[in-house]
Nanobody, 127 residues
Framework: QVDLVESGGGSVQAGGSLRVSCAAS????????IGWFRQAPDKEREGIAT??????????ADSVKGRFTISRQHAGNTVTVDLQMSSLKYEDTAMYYC??????????????????WGQGTQVTVSS
């Protein structure tokens, strides 16, 4: 069993930066990848960044490529995955979630097949 806890987020003006973090404890090291998703009001949840836990390979959606950076650190049985967001836009406003699963292939864009989800953290960008 893996537990995911998000932190960070908040409010910022357009053009600013924020970081959200996902602490994965339990058997996270045996899972293949962690993905960051976001869901804006009245929109579907979309995958925006994925990192392979072991190799550190990263993948990004076109909407965030060049502005967001996903990274991970290992500490004992906990893997922390950060999403550093810069040059934020109004349309980046959403609830941000992290998820983990064992089988991955490139960018994890479809929210299905997750083994676990975090509780979510709000990111609000004002124009």
């Amino acid at each position: 069993q893996v537990d995911l806890v998000e932190s960070g987020g908040g409010s910022v003006q357009a053009g600013g930066s924020l970081r959200v973090s996902c602490a994965a404890s339990g058997r996270a090291s045996s899972s293949a990848c962690i993905g960051w998703f976001r869901q804006a009001p009245d929109k579907e949840r979309e995958g925006i960044a994925t990192i392979y836990i072991s190799q550190g390979k990263t993948f990004y959606a076109d909407s965030v490529k060049g502005r967001f950076t996903i990274s991970r650190q290992h500490a004992g049985n906990t893997v922390t995955v950060d999403l550093q967001m810069s040059s934020l836009k109004y349309e980046d406003t959403a609830m941000y979630y992290c998820a983990i699963r064992k089988l991955c292939s490139g960018l994890w864009s479809n929210p299905g097949s997750a083994d676990a989800w975090g509780q979510g953290t709000q990111v609000t960008v004002s124009s």
